[in-house]
């Protein structure tokens, strides 16, 4: 979708936004306080909703979205507005599709203050020089034979990093901060991730207060190592997570039960079992429940093997928060994190049953695909998927019904035994955001979903229209909502 035409008179704090394309969205006056979906409207990844309160744009997340063209160097891709024109960004957490275009932001001109968290500003850290280093080592190697993406056309090194992280405002959770003298910031635990916040803001505009309350993504109740969130507070618009609506996650019995049927099978005939998993945050929850089944002898006792050279200095960061974290935390990771590449090809060609968690969640970079150019014919192998397949990745792909599946260049012949364990998700299922969102009866006037396919967000939508909340809808991509 273009954008056709975009004016602003900030002085007078009148905007005229209108954007023209397969759906004509709306034609805008900002009289009132708005905000527009940039990206997670209709879809999960992607986050980026721009907030237009007391004449300032804050920008809460600054995500990419999965399962997009691989062609494009994503530091050269656009954003439908000018990065410049942005007061200050809100990071709720540091997962890429909230974060991942962060740094193109700054690339692009923004350069106001980026409020997140503490454990959030040393992942972001991480991130940043990780993403760096490659970037520089990818421009090091023009002219040679190239693997993977697109090659990077932007330079964003070291000195970029630093760039971007000093923009940060740390920002404790539960105390309010001022941003430009009239919005105040209050961040909140949201239970999902170490450093997860939700986000409040509230402001004075057209002779009254404004509030609005952004869950982020928001943490499931019983889960491993994280606090649970607090309370949503009341608001006049509440933007929230959708991803779950409509489901139930799977108990930590049930998923035992699935992965030690998956895991005996890999086992009893000498197979590798390959678990793909974000560096962030599921690595670390599928070690704690690998150890903890073991443990209980659940599954049978194999070794384990982590490649994901960024997972294990987020590990190091993690180690920073003990507060966060209970001591069998650390005793779980106590696991063979192999070094290089030639580490990892010698334990993916060693003899006998071995688990690899290896970075890449949906299949789409990361150190898994080294693994599963060796393994992907092997019908004695298992392919273990424990996340969100978001749609175009080579996750849902493999998920399909085939014999093949192309990667890295060429089409495999796809013999591996792929099953996917649900109910490792660090995300609030229907009967946790019911709870959440039920107690804000009478105290919130509209409700946007996002972060969620269609059907996932209209099955939310449906449960809280029948619990008395009238106003609540599925933005579409681009739209924009007016406070009331
Ligand atoms: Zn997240
Ligand atoms: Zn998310």
């Not at 979205?65 to 050269?76: A, E, H, K, N, V």
């Not at 941003?179 to 002779?207: K, N, P, R, Y």
């Not at 792909?397 to 099953?419: C, Y």
Request: proline share 5%; charged share 25%.
């Amino acid at each position: 979708m273009a954008i056709q035409s975009l004016a602003s008179d900030r002085v007078g704090k009148q905007c005229l936004w209108y954007y023209k394309g397969m759906n004509e969205i709306e034609a805008v006056s900002t009289h009132q306080p708005s905000v527009t979906y940039h990206g997670a409207a209709r879809m999960v990844t992607g986050t980026m909703h721009l907030v237009h309160a007391a004449g300032k744009r804050i920008l809460l997340d600054c995500g990419s979205i999965s399962g997009g063209s691989r062609d494009q160097d994503p530091f050269d891709l656009p954003f439908p507005f000018d990065p410049a024109e942005i007061d200050a960004v809100v990071l709720t957490h540091c997962h890429q599709d909230h974060c991942g275009r962060l740094a193109s932001l700054v690339m692009q001109g923004f350069d106001g203050p980026i409020y997140t968290t503490q454990p959030s500003r040393d992942i972001l850290e991480v991130l940043l020089f990780d993403t760096a280093r490659i970037r520089e080592q990818e421009l090091m190697m023009r002219g040679r034979k190239h693997h993977g993406g697109p090659r990077p056309k932007v330079r964003f090194g070291t000195a970029e990093a630093h760039h971007t992280l000093d923009l940060v405002e740390v920002t404790p959770l539960g105390k309010p901060v001022v941003i430009d003298g009239d919005i105040e910031l209050t961040l909140l635990e949201a239970g999902h991730i170490l450093g997860s916040a939700m986000v409040h803001l509230a402001w004075q505009e057209l002779g009254r207060t404004w509030r609005l309350t952004f869950t982020g993504d928001l943490g499931r109740s019983g889960f491993p190592f994280q606090h649970p969130h607090v309370a949503l507070p009341p608001a006049d618009l509440l933007l929230c997570e959708s991803t779950y609506g409509g489901e139930a996650h799977d108990t930590a019995e049930m998923m035992a039960q699935n992965m030690a049927r998956a895991i005996r099978r890999a086992a009893s005939e000498g197979g590798k079992i390959l678990i793909p998993a974000f560096s962030l945050g599921r690595t670390h929850i599928i070690l704690h429940y690998l150890r903890k089944w073991m443990n209980q002898g659940v599954i049978p006792n194999l070794p384990i093997h982590v490649d994901s050279p960024l997972g294990r200095k987020l590990h190091k960061v993690f180690l920073r928060y003990p507060g966060e974290f209970s001591e069998k935390y650390r005793d779980d990771l106590e696991v063979d994190w192999l070094e290089g590449r030639d580490d990892a090809t010698d334990v993916s060609f060693r003899e006998g049953a071995r688990i690899i968690v290896a970075s890449g969640g949906m299949l789409e970079g990361g150190r898994i695909l080294h693994h599963l150019r060796f393994h992907i014919d092997d019908p004695r192998a298992t392919l273990l998927l424990v996340s969100y397949q978001a749609p175009g990745t080579l996750g849902e792909q493999i998920l399909e019904k085939g014999d093949s599946v192309r990667f890295n260049g060429r089409r495999w012949n796809k013999w591996i035994d792929v099953v996917q364990v649900r109910g490792f998700s660090g995300h609030a299922d229907h009967k946790d955001l019911l709870a959440a969102i039920e107690p804000l009866a009478g105290n919130v006037r509209q409700i946007r979903l996002v972060h969620g396919e269609p059907d996932r967000a209209e099955a939310l939508a449906k449960a809280l229209v029948a619990r008395g909340f009238n106003d609540v809808r599925l933005p579409e991509m681009h739209e924009t909502t007016q406070l009331s």
